[in-house]
Each structure stands twice: as C-alpha cells, then as structure tokens.
C-alpha cells in the first residue's frame, strides 16, 4: 500500500448520531478525489464509539468502498485481548489493513508491548500500520525489530515530532534490514520533508484529499518544485486543522459542510467548539483557496 489514505471524519448530528448517508458521500468523495485508502482512526473520533458503533461503520466504509480502495481500521486497545477481538472483527468486516499504537494507560514496559504487537499480528491475516505517536511511540529501531518479528507488521505511521529524523533513521536502518514501510501522520504537515526520506504515503484528515492527491503524484512523476509550492499554498490550513483540545474535530466537518459533502457539522462531545472568529478565519483560507 501506498500513497494517500485520509482519515475520515464522522458525520454527527447535534444529538451525537451518526449521520450514515453523509458518511458514504464522504467515502464516495474521498474515491473520486482519487486517494489510494481510507482509515477510520483517531480523527473518527473512534474512541467516543460504542462497540457496536465501531462494527457500524467499519461495515458502511467497507460497503461504501465496493473494494475500489484500501480501507483500515484503528484496533487499538489497553488490552492484548481486546485489540486482538478489535482486529479479528475488523478483519472479518473486509478491512484490508489494521492501524495500531501501543497502548497508553499504567507506563507499559517495551517488553510488554512487542508481545503485544505480535500477539494480535499472530491472530489476523492482513498488514498492520504500527502508530507512532507522543503518548505511546514507537521508535524506528522498535519499529524495524517489531518489523522483522512478524510479516504482517509491515507498516508504520510516524506522528512523533520531529518526524524528520525518525524517517532518516528508517531510511537507514532499511538498508540493512527489512524495516517498515513509513507512512507519514500529524495532519500531513511535514508531507514533503516526508517524501524527500523515503515516505511511502501520508495520513492526513478528509477536508482536502485532492491536494494531498496531488502534490503526491507529482512528486513521484519527478515533478517535486511544482509539487512543494501546492502543497506550500495549503500550510495554513493543515496548521489550523493541526490544532489539538478537541477543535480538530470540528475543523474537517466544517470543511466538509461547506464544501456540500456533509449536512452538519458536529463532534461528539466532549470536544471544545471553535468560536466565530475561529470559523471566520478558517472560511478566510479556504477563500484564498478557491475551496
């Protein structure tokens, strides 16, 4: 797998249902922008789900997709036992592909986090993207012994900042050893330093899949100056989506709802709500856009 895999945003009403038939526009969107994948993940907002909730729309996706892209699902969980049932379920619901960060909560020894990427790669059939994020990394040279321990984890999402350097140390260690292959997160900010070393895709949020559609085509038709000032006029806006506290949950459906793919535009709370300034400015840069 390669190339551009958006995360998708869910669609909920003011009472904090799903909103199906604009989950499918979405999905439907996403293909015609021409991305190579699709994730329900943290941007999902996939842990505010109930278990019968994240079943739900896996099975929507996966239908919506009719096998016309690569759609992964985030498994993760604080338990070896419940990402192994998070991963056979998505599994038998057509994911092609797991996404997985180490779990979190109690300062869990490296030990006991490799025994826990291989006790769920041990259990299903398809490849795994290891994330790699702040609260719970997984560093290039875990990421490369996790890689050579069991073939199906064979992806990484790096998110932890600096990127650069993880994706340096990859890029090196790949030449000795069968590494992951890199995926590049964090909003898609650093996309093209990204690209430069080695990046096989990036994992941005769903609000401009054409854009990163784009810039990654032309980089690898060689054309990497016309490529890097695209992806330039677009830096304030992946920075306003970048931001944390919960807004970056409203920020992509605000996008969308504008944009005529959703019909409303409301995270599950709890998440802090961007006030009217916030919303003017975001309007302001999809202007100069043309979006």
Known sequence: MRGVFPILSTPFDQNGDIIF??????????????????????????????????????????????????????????????????SKKAESL?????????????????????????????????????????????????????????????????EVPPTIPRFNRLKELSKKENAPIPFGGAGGLFMIEELRRGSQGTMPVCAVPEMFVKVFDLWNEGKEIEAEDIFHRYIPLIRTLGQGLGIWNWLPKIILKRRGIFSQAFARGPSLQPDRNQIEELNRQLDKLDL
């Open 94 to 158: 057509g994911a092609d592909a797991l996404m997985i960060a180490p779990p979190v909560f109690g300062g869990v020894h490296q030990d006991e986090i490799k025994k826990y990427f291989l006790d769920v790669a041990e259990n299903v059939s398809i490849p795994i993207f290891m994330q790699d994020i702040g609260e719970s990394p997984v560093p290039p040279d875990f990421a490369v012994e996790l890689s050579n321990s069991n073939a199906n984890l064979k992806y990484i999402k790096v």
């Open 21 to 86: 038939d604009d989950l499918i526009s979405e999905v439907e969107w996403g293909i015609e922008s021409g991305v190579s994948g699709l994730a329900v993940a943290l941007a999902s907002e996939v842990y505010k789900f109930t278990e019968s909730e994240r079943d739900i729309v896996l099975d929507t996706v996966v239908k919506a997709a009719k096998g016309r892209i690569k759609v992964v699902m985030n498994t993760g969980g604080e338990s070896n036992k419940i990402c192994i049932e998070y």
